[in-house]
């Protein structure tokens, strides 16, 4: 599966706990990063800086959904499911 045009979904849900240029303390989940361009693409894809934990991420039916709204509700409850008790 290849990245579907204008979603930008892990870019917003996802969040990041490692330095990102720019972002010295990454993000939290649910904030857009601040290298989302406004197409939905990541202006620092092949970037050296870029964070492995982007790298990592795969697009595939099962993080992604059929549409841009699934893959947020998708990675959203992944944060959900995965975030440090309070």
């Known amino acids: 599966m290849a990245c579907r045009a204008g979603c930008g979904a892990c870019c917003i849900a996802a969040s990041i ?5 720019g972002m010295p303390q990454g993000k939290p989940a649910g904030q857009p990063c601040i290298h989302l361009t406004p197409d939905a ?8 800086d870029r ?30 499911l995965t975030a440090p008790a309070a």
């Open 51 to 80: 964070p492995a934990c982007c790298d990592a991420l795969k697009p595939a039916p099962e993080l992604c959904g059929a549409t841009r709204e699934d893959a947020l509700a998708i990675i959203t409850e992944l944060e959900r």
């Open 17 to 21: 706990s490692s330095p990102i240029p």
């Open 41 to 48: 693409r990541c202006a620092i894809y092949r970037h050296p």
